[in-house]
């Protein structure tokens, strides 16, 4: 459950790359409520340099049963996020796991390594505009608000797939105290749903909710 929301709420599928306005990455950190295995939590996403034009976000999640930490470092291409390197690092009651993610763009290919099977540690081949879990977040921030196509191409976990995302109109949240319309992007597989919330000037979703059956794990920016 864990690894599926942290990459469940993220997207994938090729989309039109010349038509991507520019990120222009920015210091960010907010603290984030979440209910989690029917527990509160505390969580935090953060976006900060790490020096030679790249960045670092995180996102962790914590409570009395979990310590979840995930974190990829990223820089910008033309305007387009590129991943470098990540880590995912989890710890569930007495399980902890951990993986790496390594993006070798002067080889085109991603590889894991640590806590993975064999048949996910890659090599998978890159192409440009290729996103792992977290920047897809930033990307989804970035386009919803655009009103750009909500397509990606996600590799990660081993892995290369397609999502897209629709647009399920506006509503309303409080961010920072105040009252603020927010565009709604849902994705439906199954009988699992994932729906995020965005708004202008956020960098990241203000809300992340995924309902896996009978199952609800939400994430969302502290008032």
């Not at 909500?150 to 009252?179: C, Q, W």
């Given at each position: 459950?864990?690894?599926?929301?942290?990459?469940?709420?993220?997207l994938?599928?090729?989309?039109?790359?010349?038509a991507?306005?520019?990120?222009?990455?920015q210091p960010?950190?907010?603290?984030?409520?979440?209910?989690?295995?029917?527990?509160?939590?505390?969580?935090?996403?953060?976006?900060?340099?790490a020096g030679?034009?790249q960045?670092?976000?995180?996102?962790?999640?914590?409570?009395?049963?979990?310590?979840?930490?995930?974190t990829?470092?990223?820089?910008?291409?033309?305007?387009?996020l590129r991943?470098?390197?990540?880590?995912?690092?989890n710890k569930?009651?007495?399980?902890?796991s951990?993986?790496?993610?390594?993006?070798d763009w002067?080889?085109?290919?991603?590889?894991?390594?640590?806590?993975?099977?064999?048949?996910?540690?890659?090599?998978?081949?890159?192409?440009?505009?290729?996103?792992?879990?977290?920047?897809?977040?930033?990307a989804?921030?970035?386009?919803?608000?655009?009103?750009?196509?909500?397509?990606?191409?996600?590799?990660?976990?081993g892995?290369?797939?397609?999502l897209?995302?629709?647009?399920?109109?506006?509503?309303?949240?409080?961010?920072g105290?105040?009252?603020?319309q927010?565009?709604?992007v849902?994705?439906?597989?199954?009988d699992?749903?994932?729906?995020?919330?965005?708004?202008p000037?956020?960098p990241?979703?203000v809300?992340?909710?995924?309902?896996?059956g009978?199952?609800?794990?939400?994430?969302?920016?502290?008032?």
């Amino acid at each position: 459950m864990t690894k599926t929301f942290l990459r469940g709420a993220m997207l994938a599928a090729s989309l039109a790359l010349a038509a991507l306005p520019a990120f222009a990455a920015q210091p960010f950190s907010a603290p984030y409520q979440a209910d989690y295995m029917g527990m509160k939590a505390t969580g935090r996403m953060a976006i900060e340099s790490a020096g030679n034009g790249q960045w670092r976000y995180t996102l962790e999640i914590r409570n009395q049963l979990a310590d979840l930490v995930q974190t990829t470092v990223f820089d910008e291409d033309g305007g387009v996020l590129r991943p470098l390197s990540g880590s995912d690092s989890n710890k569930l009651l007495i399980k902890k796991s951990n993986r790496k993610a390594t993006y070798d763009w002067s080889k085109g290919v991603a590889t894991w390594s640590g806590d993975v099977k064999p048949d996910r540690a890659g090599p998978i081949k890159l192409q440009k505009g290729d996103l792992d879990a977290l920047l897809v977040n930033l990307a989804i921030a970035r386009d919803a608000v655009a009103g750009k196509p909500l397509r990606y191409r996600l590799v990660d976990n081993g892995k290369a797939r397609d999502l897209t995302y629709s647009v399920a109109g506006k509503e309303n949240v409080t961010v920072g105290g105040k009252s603020q319309q927010a565009t709604k992007v849902v994705s439906t597989s199954g009988d699992k749903k994932v729906t995020l919330w965005v708004v202008p000037g956020v960098p990241v979703p203000v809300r992340i909710m995924q309902v896996n059956g009978g199952d609800t794990i939400d994430l969302r920016i502290a008032q």
